[in-house]
């Protein structure tokens, strides 16, 4: 079946430009994640949602990163006034229930802010 | 949260057993430990997962002593395709306050010829 889907695959844009980075959950997945990978780093949280209840925004750096999730399918990942330092791999994931099944990711969204 | 601790980096060469040991000291009783393995330009994808004891599939297997606070990722018979970064992450998903899963740094497995 399909897979995570995750768009654009990559995106360049200018300093100081807004960005939306898009995220297709696996059908029935009620679990979902995102991440950023820097060049050779490993995975670093930004959010997860899970279910109905309010998402856990923790790991969003700074105020100009925002997620939503709509209708408990498609999520939609915002960078404000980006800057140099965005830029990365952008990895989303899902899972279904029960609570420890394993994730599915996404291959990413590339951004490089220029 | 708990938190894992692996190896960096290890080598091995084509044919040989490897085994991957990651530390999770704090880890909580509804936890499970997943591995991930993830090639570059790609996602991490699913390797195995464990609660305790040893679990075997197809491509490797896990090692989880009784006490749960580390556990051993075994590779049998590597292969050059098996080069790649291995993550080991322990967490449930489906707790509300802890639910957010954090990665480790991985361990950069080089599969030599």
């Known amino acids: 079946g399909a897979g995570v889907s995750q768009s654009p695959s990559n995106k360049v844009t200018e300093k100081g430009k807004d960005v939306e980075l898009r995220c297709d959950p696996i059908?029935?997945?009620?679990?979902l994640y995102w991440y950023r990978q820097s060049l050779g780093q490993g995975l670093e949280f930004l959010i997860y949602f899970q279910g109905n209840s309010a998402p856990d925004k923790s790991g969003l750096p700074s105020d100009r990163f925002s997620a939503e999730r709509t209708g408990g399918s498609v999520s939609t990942l915002t960078i404000q006034r980006t800057q140099q330092e965005d830029s990365a791999v952008y990895l989303c994931?899902?899972?279904?229930?029960?609570?420890?099944?394993?994730?599915?990711f996404g291959n990413g969204t590339r951004l490089t802010v220029t | 949260l708990a938190k894992t601790t692996q190896p960096i980096s290890m080598d091995s060469y084509e044919g040989q057993e490897v085994n991957i040991t990651c530390s999770h000291n704090n880890i909580a009783t509804n936890d499970y430990i997943t591995w991930y393995q993830q090639f570059p330009s790609q996602g991490p994808r699913f390797i195995i997962q464990g609660y305790k004891t040893k679990v075997t599939n197809e491509v490797a297997s896990l090692f989880i002593p009784a006490d749960r606070k580390s556990s051993t990722l075994s590779l049998p018979r590597v292969s050059l395709s098996d080069t790649a970064v291995y993550y080991c992450?322990?967490?449930?998903?489906?707790?509300?306050?802890?639910?957010?899963?954090?990665f480790g740094q991985g361990t950069t497995l080089q599969v030599k010829p």
């Open positions: 059908s029935g997945h009620t679990a």
């Open positions: 994931a899902s899972s279904p229930p029960p609570h420890y099944s394993p994730l599915h």
């Open positions: 992450l322990v967490g449930d998903a489906g707790s509300s306050n802890t639910g957010k899963l954090i």
